[in-house]
Structures are given as C-alpha cells and as structure tokens.
C-alpha cells in the first residue's frame, strides 16, 4: 500500500502524558499536514510542511504542540501534558507540488484516535 | 479565511439521486474539494472542481460556481455503501501551503 499511513491508529493515555504520533506521506510527496477532527465536525487545520520546512502553524496549535519533519520524509506530531480536550482523531495528509490541478489534491491518512482520560 | 455552510444531514434511498449543496465565503477561494468519510475512518478524496462547470466521475458530480460562491455534489444510483459524511473543503490561495479549510460535513444516509 502506497497511500499515506500513520502510525499509532489508537492511543488511550492519561491526563499529563506526552504522547506521540508518526506519519509517513505517499512516497513522491513533498507536502505533509496534519489536521485534527473531533466529533460532528471537519477536519481542523494545525500544520504544514513542504519538505523539512515547517511552513505555516494554526493558532490551533499551542505551545504543548510540536511537530516535525527532520528529513523531509516522515513526520511526527508531539503533544505534552495532555488534557481531555485533546482527544480528537489526528489526520495528517500529503500532496505533491506539481503544476496542474491534480498537483494540489491533499490524500488524508487513516488517522491516530487520541483519548485522554 | 473561509466560512463553510452545508447541510447537517441528509437522506435518501437506494438507486435514487442526492444533491448536496455547500457555499463558502472567502476572498482567497482557489478551489474546492469534496471528500467522503465513513464513521471513524479518514476522509476520501472525491472531486477538486477549480473553474465554474460541472466535473463527471462516475456516479459522482461535482458542480461550482465561483460567483455565486456555490458547489454541490451530485450522487446517482445509491447504494447502501455511500451512506457516510460528505464533507466540502475550500482550498485557500492566501496560504501558499493549501489549506484547506472544511465544512461540517453532511451526513447521507441511504435507505433500502
């Protein structure tokens, strides 16, 4: 399978924990992003890269949030000292930077489910 | 940034035809997506629709007109296996990254 996958699918932890997320992109893409989405929702921008470069961050994305790309391969997201709002289902995402339309369509990961308790 | 409306929910039966219908508000608009997404799974790239027009896949249509800040997805012959969220995304030219920025999504349920 060559789509984009992360890595883990489930993680129950405890309030205060750090935990942490891995995502690795569809192969030829230079472009990661992670989103979160909670229930009856969409899927809410955090961060994007463009190779190792960490390009832009949503205010979504506190000071307990830290994300990575050292290699411009895969990615890992952070979170520290956990709270019970940060349970949410963690989507990160890949495109590549061709010309044309198709360039610019984002594929979404299967997702890691956080839980905090 | 972008708002973007679409109805909650939405039913229809097997073999029928659904439209779905979103509209956004943003300066920045540079296209628009529409993924599927089953309950508790990852959002599936369905249609990018970036000029007015309709845009054929299948049994999926994905319609826009950016002057009237509107999109809609149209969904023929149901099946029970489309009964999943649909959620419209617009893609923002102000952030050279695409991001994209979601609706709600619009929950289809399709009946036998």
């Known amino acids: 399978d060559t789509g984009v996958s992360q890595d883990p699918r489930h993680k129950i932890t405890k309030r205060g924990q750090n935990v942490t997320f891995r995502c690795d992109p569809i192969s030829e893409h230079n472009r990661l992003y992670w989103y979160r989405q909670t229930l009856g929702q969409g899927p809410e921008f955090l961060t994007y890269f463009q190779n190792e470069a960490q390009l832009e961050k949503s205010r979504l994305l506190s000071d307990r949030f830290s994300a990575e790309r050292p290699k411009g391969s895969f990615s890992t997201l952070e979170i520290q000292r956990t709270e019970q709002g940060d349970s949410a289902m963690y989507l990160c995402?890949?495109?590549?930077?061709?010309?044309?339309?198709?360039?610019?369509?984002?594929?979404f990961g299967e997702g890691s489910w956080l839980t905090v308790v | 940034g972008q708002n973007i409306d679409q109805p909650t929910e939405m039913t229809a039966t097997e073999g029928a035809i659904v439209q779905i219908n979103c509209t956004y508000q943003?300066?920045?608009?540079?296209?628009l997506f529409w993924y599927q997404q089953h309950a508790g799974e990852a959002p599936t790239f369905l249609s990018y629709n970036v000029l007015d027009g309709l845009e054929e896949k299948g049994r999926f249509s994905s319609f826009l007109s950016r002057s009237k800040g509107y999109s809609y997805l149209l969904l023929k012959e149901l099946q029970m296996k489309d009964s999943a969220s649909y959620l419209c995304?617009?893609?923002?030219?102000?952030?050279?990254?695409?991001?994209?920025?979601f609706g709600r999504g619009t929950q289809l349920t399709v009946w036998p």
């Open positions: 995402a890949s495109s590549s930077q061709n010309s044309g339309r198709t360039g610019n369509t984002i594929y």
């Open positions: 995304a617009g893609f923002d030219r102000g952030s050279t990254l695409g991001r994209l920025y």
């Open positions: 943003t300066s920045g608009f540079n296209g």
